[in-house]
């Protein structure tokens, strides 16, 4: 695979080299049964601007620091978002209590109430610090936008999003066919779906400008 990525690099430079357009380029490419994503990316490893020979545009490069802010960037992301989503859970069974509940799952309550809360405050912040950090360090060398370590976590963050979106519908279908809902359960299904929503829409949004800027 990386022989063939090699040659097809090789093809474009050479094919520039020799004058021929772009579009000329995808069209051969296409044809000899490149994809098309393969080819746009070959071809955008170079500047599309007049000069004698191709010139690469500078190529994105792993850093430990830039992983390490990434791993913070996400990770304090989700813990954030779960201990958002098991504070409100928390908020709403306390104001819509079930006479079923156990007197200890009650004094369970505040503590995690508590805990929530501390990890709330102390990690949303540290997300808010890394996400201006890394804006500031895009805004100043926007290809650094092509790092791997970003777009791996990106998916891994859509992956994990969509999946418990999915996990919620299918306990809200399959309560609702049960016919178990209620005020409180409908109440958690819509916090998690507004959480997992919300981000979900948000790092999908950023790549597919990211994909229009392009």
């Known amino acids: 695979m990386a022989s063939s990525t090699q040659e097809l690099e090789l093809f474009v430079r050479q094919s520039l080299a020799a004058g021929l357009g772009r579009e000329d380029i995808q069209a051969a490419l296409a044809e000899a049964g490149w994809s098309a994503e393969q080819v746009r990316s070959a071809l955008d490893a170079y500047a599309d601007m007049?000069?004698?020979?191709?010139?690469?545009?500078?190529?994105?490069?792993?850093?430990?620091?830039?992983?390490?802010?990434?791993?913070?960037?996400?990770?304090?992301?989700?813990?954030?978002?779960?201990?958002?989503?098991?504070?409100?859970?928390?908020?709403?069974?306390?104001?819509?209590?079930?006479?079923?509940?156990?007197?200890?799952?009650?004094?369970?309550?505040?503590?995690?109430?508590?805990?929530?809360?501390?990890?709330?405050?102390?990690?949303?912040?540290?997300?808010?610090?890394?996400?201006?950090?890394?804006?500031?360090?895009?805004?100043?060398?926007?290809?650094?936008?092509?790092?791997?370590?970003?777009?791996?976590?990106?998916?891994?963050?859509?992956?994990?999003?969509?999946?418990?979106?999915?996990?919620?519908?299918?306990?809200?279908v399959y309560n609702l066919l049960g016919g178990e809902l209620t005020l409180r359960f409908v109440l958690k299904v819509l916090v998690v779906a507004v959480i997992a929503g919300g981000i979900f829409g948000y790092y999908l949004s950023d790549l597919r400008k990211e994909e229009r800027e392009a």
Do not use: C
């Open 50 to 172: 007049a000069f004698p020979v191709p010139v690469p545009r500078p190529r994105p490069y792993l850093s430990a620091r830039e992983a390490f802010l990434y791993l913070v960037l996400f990770a304090t992301l989700y813990v954030a978002a779960y201990h958002l989503g098991s504070l409100l859970f928390d908020l709403i069974t306390r104001a819509l209590p079930d006479p079923a509940d156990s007197e200890y799952l009650r004094q369970r309550l505040g503590h995690s109430m508590r805990w929530s809360v501390a990890s709330v405050i102390i990690a949303f912040p540290v997300f808010l610090l890394m996400a201006r950090q890394l804006a500031r360090e895009l805004a100043r060398n926007p290809v650094k936008r092509l790092s791997a370590v970003r777009r791996w976590l990106t998916y891994l963050t859509l992956f994990v999003a969509a999946a418990v979106l999915i996990g919620d519908m299918i306990t809200l």
